[in-house]
C-alpha cells in the first residue's frame, strides 16, 4: 500500500508571507499527487494535483513541487491570506482509492 | 456542496443500535467513497462503490456495510455502533480519472454514547 506522511503538523504564518507544506511518500512506483484543502466544518477540497512526469506545476497562489528522488512534494501559497487558514493534506491516488497523510494545519497570523 | 448531500448531518445514538448514513449524488459518477476522520488519523477510506451493486473494502471496514442500489444513492451501516465509532463521516464523489479527484460532502458527525 501507500503510506503519505506530512513533515509538520502544524504551520503558524503571518498574514502575507509564503507558506510552505512538505508530504513525504512510499512508493516509488507512484505518479500522480493531489493536494487537498479542509476548512473547519467542511469537507475536503480539491486544490491541485502533479504528475510525476512534472517538476512543478502552478496554480492561483499556490505551487506544487515533486522531487520524485526522495520522494517529497510540497505545497507553497504565495502570499497567505486568512482563508488559507486549514488543514491540508497530500494525497496518492491508486487503483481508484486515496491515500492521504495526516494533514498539516495552517494558522494565518493577522 | 452542490452535487453531492449526507443525511443526517449530526446524530447521537446509543451503543449497540443501528445506524444508517445516506450519501446522494446528483452528478451520476459511477465511483462513491465513504471516509471516517478522526483527530490524529486524517481521512481513512472505509467502503467504495464502482457501480451499482459494485462495493469494496477500505482500511477500515470491521464493523461497517455499505449498499448502493441505484447510482445516486450509497449508503453506510453500522450494524451495532460502537463508541470506537464516534467519527465525521464524509462521502465523496470520484470526479477524474484513477479516483484522484474526488468532491467531498459536507459530512455527518456521528456520536456513539
Known amino acids: 500500500g501507500e503510506s503519505v506522511g506530512l513533515h509538520l503538523p502544524t504551520l503558524s504564518v503571518q498574514e502575507g508571507d509564503n507558506s510552505i507544506i512538505n508530504c513525504a511518500y512510499s512508493n516509488s512506483a507512484s505518479d500522480y499527487f493531489i493536494w487537498y484543502k479542509q476548512e473547519s466544518g467542511k469537507g475536503p477540497q480539491f486544490i491541485i494535483d502533479?504528475?510525476?512526469?512534472?517538476d512543478k506545476r502552478q496554480g492561483q497562489r499556490v505551487t506544487v513541487l515533486l522531487n520524485k528522488t526522495v520522494k517529497h512534494l510540497s505545497l507553497q501559497i504565495a502570499a497567505t491570506q486568512p482563508g488559507d487558514s486549514a488543514v491540508y493534506f497530500c494525497?496518492?491516488?491508486?487503483?481508484?482509492?486515496?491515500?492521504f497523510g495526516a494533514g498539516t494545519t495552517v494558522t494565518v497570523r493577522a | 456542496d452542490a452535487g453531492i448531500t449526507q443525511s443526517p448531518r449530526h446524530k447521537v445514538t446509543e451503543t449497540g443500535t443501528p445506524v444508517t448514513l445516506r450519501c446522494h449524488q446528483t452528478?451520476?459518477?459511477?465511483?462513491m467513497y465513504w471516509y471516517r476522520q478522526d483527530p490524529g488519523h486524517g481521512l481513512r477510506l472505509i467502503h467504495y462503490s464502482y457501480g451499482v451493486k459494485d462495493t469494496d473494502k477500505g482500511e477500515v471496514s470491521d464493523g461497517y456495510s455499505v449498499s448502493r442500489s441505484k447510482t445516486e444513492d450509497f449508503l453506510l451501516t453500522l450494524e451495532s455502533a460502537t463508541s470506537s465509532q464516534t467519527s465525521v463521516y464524509f462521502c465523496?464523489?470520484?470526479?477524474?480519472?484513477?479516483?484522484?479527484?474526488?468532491?467531498f460532502g459536507p459530512g455527518t458527525r456521528l456520536t456513539v454514547t
Open positions: 452528478e451520476n459518477h459511477r465511483y
Open positions: 494525497a496518492v491516488p491508486r487503483d481508484y482509492k486515496l491515500s
Open positions: 502533479i504528475r510525476s512526469n512534472m
Open positions: 465523496a464523489l470520484g470526479t477524474g480519472e484513477l479516483g484522484g479527484e474526488q468532491y
